[in-house]
């Protein structure tokens, strides 16, 4: 099977019991820490939002568990998720700012406050929209494979994973299958 280097298939148990060997899955150097990570498609919410109440149908099982990385790959994912908590930022700014504008527009500090607030909100806006894109370029991602059948747990493809990761995790899968009974 020809897969590209930045990908690595793992069991969903795998996942989420933090079995990996301590390698950053970003920079290929010794992991210092284990960040959660999510395999699957986004929330309920967020596709509920975006194809109305009917698109919950098509959500699949998610799966949680934690990646090895380096301190800095953990803190620079943090701060690039911090910019997510700028959308509800920008809704209560838009909605506060359009009630000053509307109900004190005779008022002029108030409503020039109400237009700051918009402005305020379409920056927040902004922002959100930048930090989603960055966190889809930046940092590994995961597709959750179909189940095989027969097997007990789903398979996990990770992806832009540093090649280092992949192959420590390669070795990992070796070594069972090595050590699994009748592989003599």
């Known amino acids: 099977m020809n897969r590209s280097p930045d990908r690595v298939r793992v069991w969903s148990s795998q ?5 990996f060997p301590p390698v950053c899955a970003m920079t290929g150097r010794p992991a210092q820490m284990w960040r959660p990570f999510r395999a699957g498609p986004p929330a309920d919410w967020v596709v509920k939002g975006l194809m109305g109440i009917g698109g919950s149908r098509l959500i699949r099982h998610r799966i949680s568990g934690h990646l090895p990385l380096t301190k800095s790959s953990n803190d620079m ?65 995961a597709k959750v494979v179909d189940l095989i059948p027969g097997a007990l747990h789903q398979v996990v493809e990770l992806r832009r994973v540093h090649p280092s990761f992949v192959a420590a995790v390669s070795a990992q899968h070796a070594r069972w299958v090595a050590q699994s009974p009748g592989s003599n």
């Not at 996942?15 to 079995?19: A, D, I």
């Not at 209560?92 to 409503?111: E, Q, T």
């Not at 929209?129 to 940092?139: I, P, Y």
Request: net charge negative; proline share 3%; with cysteine.
């Open 15 to 19: 996942l989420v019991t933090n079995n």
């Open 77 to 141: 994912l943090a701060l690039i998720e911090t910019s997510y908590a700028l959308f509800p930022l920008a809704l209560l700014a838009w909605v506060g700012g359009f009630w000053l504008v509307r109900n004190y527009s005779a008022d002029a500090d108030l409503s020039a406050l109400g237009g700051t607030l918009i402005l305020i909100a379409v920056g927040c806006v902004f922002g959100f929209v930048c930090g989603v894109v960055v966190r889809s370029l930046v940092g590994p991602t």
